[in-house]
């Protein structure tokens, strides 16, 4: 796509935080994301990466989100960096008044998006290995700073762009199950144990060869670290509709991503988080068909029935244990 030039309000906002001094620059907008407008922009500083949140969000159904979430955002990339170096973009500013955030550039050349790989097949047990290890990094190293968890209020904005088109919207659609989505979300807004990434997602992971940055921390909040697990491991799920030659791999991928995890937790009972997600997982499932923000590649009636088969039946008969999830999808899919 070629250069076009960049809105007022990025170049603004770019002068203001003294990365940029010129009045007209040249970018190209990237695609992708429903959440926000994103822009690979060239300064004379060099190549940067520029979001601004939207109020609306760009799905079929009424989606608002406060467009302050960004502000979380690169508070949870510099916490993630110090975390485990080098695994989300570097900061270079963020213009409160704007609701734009910059940060450096990841080219293509260098970092390969998860969400295509899998998708073409490659489901790397090493890669998903990385992925549990970092994730568990940045949740341990955040459970033990005191001063956390005051900065980052964003109970109300994680409730509007995550609990509510995810659990209570899918809810609306199986009534019978709202009591069990709603006891979820419950579940997820008691269990406020260290910094939630929130959209732990292939789409948000790029891999490069330092490991997995994660991208896209708009629901940055301080929650139940079993969302970020189960919201990841969903994916993994999923993809074996979209990609099914490699079922096994995927299935593969889910079950050493939530081992390496587990292992790692040292904040609360290894346990209770597994349990925590394993209930909460099968509601996210169902959610990626009858929630707001349903996943794009499932378009078939017979796979939304296979989500909605085994999503109800683990909502209605939860299990504990992540494998036993693993094996029910598993046994759907054999039929």
């Given at each position: 796509?070629?250069?076009?030039q960049?809105p007022?309000?990025?170049?603004?906002?770019?002068q203001e935080?003294?990365?940029?001094s010129?009045?007209i620059l040249?970018?190209?907008?990237?695609?992708?994301?429903v959440?926000?407008?994103i822009w690979?922009?060239?300064?004379?500083?060099g190549m940067?990466?520029?979001?601004r949140?939207?109020?609306?969000?760009?799905v079929?159904?009424d989606?608002?989100?406060?467009?302050?979430?960004n502000q979380?955002?690169?508070?949870?990339l510099?916490?993630?960096?110090?975390?485990?170096?080098?695994?989300?973009?570097q900061l270079?500013?963020q213009?409160?008044e704007?609701?734009v955030?910059?940060?450096?550039?990841m080219?293509?050349?260098d970092f390969h998006l998860w969400?295509k790989?899998?998708?073409?097949g490659?489901a790397?047990?090493a890669?998903?290995?990385?992925?549990?290890?970092?994730?568990?990094?940045?949740?341990?190293?955040?459970a033990?700073?005191?001063?956390?968890?005051?900065?980052?209020?964003?109970d109300?904005i994680?409730?509007?762009?995550?609990?509510?088109?995810?659990?209570?919207?899918?809810?609306?659609?199986?009534?019978?199950?709202?009591?069990?989505l709603?006891?979820l979300v419950l579940?997820?807004?008691?269990?406020?144990?260290?910094?939630?990434?929130?959209?732990?997602?292939?789409?948000?992971i790029?891999?490069?060869?330092?490991?997995?940055?994660?991208?896209?921390?708009?629901?940055?909040?301080w929650?139940?670290?079993?969302?970020?697990l189960?919201?990841?491991?969903?994916h993994?799920?999923?993809k074996?509709?979209?990609t099914?030659?490699?079922?096994?791999?995927?299935?593969?991928?889910f079950?050493v991503?939530s081992n390496?995890?587990?292992?790692?937790?040292?904040w609360?009972?290894?346990?209770?988080?597994?349990?925590r997600?394993?209930?909460?997982l099968?509601?996210?499932?169902?959610?990626?068909?009858?929630?707001?923000?349903?996943v794009e590649?499932?378009?078939?009636?017979?796979?939304r029935?296979?989500?909605?088969r085994?999503?109800?039946?683990?909502?209605?008969?939860?299990?504990?244990?992540l494998k036993q999830?693993a094996?029910?999808?598993?046994?759907?899919?054999?039929?």
């Amino acid at each position: 796509m070629p250069s076009q030039q960049v809105p007022t309000e990025f170049v603004r906002a770019l002068q203001e935080l003294d990365l940029s001094s010129s009045d007209i620059l040249y970018g190209t907008p990237l695609t992708g994301g429903v959440s926000s407008d994103i822009w690979r922009i060239e300064t004379e500083k060099g190549m940067i990466c520029a979001k601004r949140a939207l109020a609306k969000l760009r799905v079929a159904a009424d989606w608002q989100a406060p467009v302050e979430r960004n502000q979380y955002e690169a508070l949870w990339l510099q916490v993630a960096n110090k975390a485990s170096a080098n695994c989300a973009p570097q900061l270079l500013g963020q213009h409160p008044e704007f609701g734009v955030l910059i940060m450096n550039y990841m080219p293509p050349s260098d970092f390969h998006l998860w969400k295509k790989m899998l998708h073409d097949g490659i489901a790397a047990v090493a890669t998903a290995q990385s992925v549990g290890i970092v994730l568990s990094r940045i949740h341990s190293y955040a459970a033990k700073q005191a001063n956390l968890a005051e900065q980052f209020p964003t109970d109300d904005i994680f409730y509007q762009i995550r609990l509510e088109p995810y659990l209570v919207a899918t809810a609306s659609k199986h009534p019978d199950l709202a009591p069990v989505l709603q006891a979820l979300v419950l579940q997820t807004q008691s269990n406020v144990k260290t910094l939630v990434h929130g959209d732990v997602s292939p789409k948000n992971i790029l891999i490069g060869k330092q490991g997995p940055v994660l991208l896209d921390a708009e629901c940055a909040t301080w929650s139940d670290p079993a969302f970020d697990l189960a919201f990841c491991l969903n994916h993994l799920l999923l993809k074996c509709l979209w990609t099914p030659a490699s079922t096994s791999d995927f299935l593969k991928c889910f079950g050493v991503l939530s081992n390496t995890y587990l292992q790692a937790v040292d904040w609360e009972s290894k346990e209770a988080l597994e349990k925590r997600t394993a209930h909460l997982l099968p509601g996210l499932f169902l959610a990626r068909v009858d929630g707001k923000s349903p996943v794009e590649y499932i378009t078939d009636d017979h796979q939304r029935e296979q989500v909605r088969r085994v999503g109800r039946a683990l909502l209605l008969n939860p299990v504990d244990q992540l494998k036993q999830i693993a094996l029910a999808w598993a046994k759907e899919l054999a039929t």
